[in-house]
């Protein structure tokens, strides 16, 4: 006689896991998750147009105001380094909460910077914080699915996304001239409050149950291991 329990199928290969994002919820992550990745091109692409206005603002040269271009690259690299671990550890929410405040402070700090090397400091700062929705972006995504369904996140978030490093410069030259250079930060630190705001209807992607038991000092004590790797280093 047939057992009258039915037999677990085990998932399909390539399917999304089972507490992946459906209906009125997945439509909210996905717009965000744009935001988020939209958000890191508008840091650096928006403000590009003002560079001369700041010149002018600053007493000062091209160059040294390019370097805030630099410094805010070189924050969004050593953010990833340190971030990354720390959602980990701690989740993603927690996390993308504080490098978003890390951000808004370093905006409107900016904003009130009276010297060129005082807003280069900043500019520092605001990229720091911005390499949390930046490469959380792709990594909440990466939580939640697997396999085709994880391929078709991505494809919708980077078909819609594309235009955000072409519209930043543009909209970003309207701007300059209707509101000038701060103007042009009030507008960055108000897409990080929208985010902060929209923040509490994300729901964490990574369990307890899967998140990192190792200490932070192992963790960060990995990339010094990566960085003595002649090969790792010149791969890169």
């Known amino acids: 006689m047939a057992s009258s329990q039915s037999t677990p199928v085990p998932p399909v290969s390539g399917q999304s896991l089972s507490r992946h994002p459906s209906g009125g919820y997945y439509v909210f992550l996905i717009l965000y998750l744009v935001l988020m990745s939209a958000f890191g091109s508008f840091v650096n692409d928006m403000y590009i147009p003002s560079l001369p206005e700041m010149v002018r603002s600053f007493h000062t040269d091209t160059s040294t105001v390019q370097l805030g271009l630099t410094f805010g690259m070189l924050g969004l690299a050593i953010g990833e380094l340190f971030l990354g671990p720390l959602s980990d550890k701690y989740g993603r929410k927690p996390i993308l909460v504080i490098a978003l405040i890390v951000f808004c402070v370093g905006a ?89 705001i929209l923040s509490p209807a994300l729901k964490e992607s990574l369990p307890k149950s899967k998140r990192e038991s190792v200490k932070l000092k192992q963790a960060f004590g990995n990339f010094g291991v990566l960085i003595k790797n002649n090969k790792f280093v010149s791969s890169h």
């Not at 700090?109 to 390499?131: P, Y």
């Not at 990466?142 to 978030?157: C, E, I, S, T």
């Open 108 to 196: 409107v700090c900016s904003i009130w910077s009276k010297t060129i090397h005082e807003f280069i400091w900043w500019r520092l700062v605001q990229g720091f914080g911005a390499s949390g929705g930046y490469f959380l972006a792709r990594t909440i995504p990466a939580d939640l699915y697997q396999g085709r369904a994880l391929a078709k996140v991505m494809a919708l978030v980077g078909a819609i996304n594309g235009f955000a490093p072409a519209s930043a410069p543009v909209l970003g030259g309207l701007m300059a001239k209707a509101v000038g250079w701060r103007g042009i930060f009030w507008t960055l630190a108000g897409f990080s409050v929208l985010l902060l």
